[in-house]
């Protein structure tokens, strides 16, 4: 559920289930045969429970088809065959993905281009092209600068000025398109990405409160386990012993075959 970011596009498939996803800070409900693009760098966090069935296919920069979205999109598929087409395109992808025949890259292009295809053809069916709202404009270009300016421990306050609004009206469009503070959503992301640095790097804690602009190892170590639990270093050393990283890996080399993934 919490605030993230990917190095890879994402293309999110669920097929069973419902819930919540909040993309650019703009929090809408999903269920069953929705897809959800998300080009890297988009700020997200799911919201699913046990029953949520889905397919997540995870784009390094050289496999994405230029002619998928710039930003992301949420699409509500109807039509029976468009729900199984895509499927059966996700299928293939992962099939092919997973061999190493004779001329293998130029099959997962082929995929990933019908893919593209399919997602054009719904958007305009969708009719997904409407101009945002105020809102949503403001929550995109808050998400971006988050993003862009994570490492320097700039306050939401000062997010706010750099935007050109007052703290009060960014936290208040903050509630209204995702029920949360502006500072909370801040504070969520900055949380996910110390969360990635103790799971998936070796830096001390040390560093990792410097990277990410706390005044003090103390102070890094209050506020992580108070949105946590726990401390930085029991986190550690639990995912150490489970040693499972929070981001996909990179792709495999030499060929750039994304990587697909049935979660629950």
Same mark, same amino acid.
């Given at each position: ?94 099939r092919e993905s997973a061999l190493t025949n004779i001329a293998s890259d130029r099959?997962?292009?082929?995929? &990933?281009?019908?893919?593209? *295809?399919? +997602? @054009?053809?719904?958007? %305009?069916?969708? =009719? ?56 909370? &959503?801040?504070?969520?992301? *900055?949380? +996910? @990405?110390?969360?990635? %640095?103790?799971? =998936? ?64």
């Amino acid at each position: 559920e919490a605030m993230r970011s990917y190095r890879s596009d994402l293309l999110l498939w669920i097929t069973r289930g419902q819930g919540r996803i909040t993309v650019a800070g703009v929090t809408k409900g999903f269920g069953p045969h929705n897809a959800v693009w998300l080009p890297a760098g988009t700020m997200h966090g799911i919201q699913v429970s046990s029953a949520v069935f889905g397919t997540a296919c995870f784009l390094a920069p050289e496999c994405s088809p230029a002619t998928m979205p710039d930003g992301p999109r949420h699409l509500r598929i109807r039509d029976g065959a468009a729900q199984g087409l895509l499927s059966a395109h996700l299928d293939d992808l992962q099939r092919e993905s997973a061999l190493t025949n004779i001329a293998s890259d130029r099959a997962l292009d082929c995929h &990933l281009g019908l893919i593209s *295809i399919w +997602f @054009e053809r719904q958007s %305009l069916q969708e =009719d997904v092209t409407g101009d945002m709202s105020a809102a949503e404009r403001l929550m995109q270009r808050y998400t971006d600068l988050i993003e862009r300016q994570i490492m320097t421990g700039l306050s939401a306050g000062e997010y706010a000025t750099a935007l050109g609004v007052t703290i009060s009206h960014l936290s208040r469009v903050c509630r209204t398109t995702c029920g949360r503070t502006a500072h909370d &959503l801040l504070a969520d992301r *900055i949380t +996910f @990405e110390a969360r990635r %640095l103790l799971a =998936d790097t070796d830096l001390p804690i040390k560093r990792i409160s410097e990277m990410l602009g706390f005044g003090s190892p103390a102070y890094f170590t209050r506020a992580f386990q108070n949105r946590t639990g726990q401390t930085p270093s029991a986190f550690r050393d639990m995912r150490t012993e489970r040693q499972a990283p929070l981001l996909p890996p990179p792709p495999k080399q030499p060929s750039p075959a994304p990587q697909t993934t049935t979660t629950h």
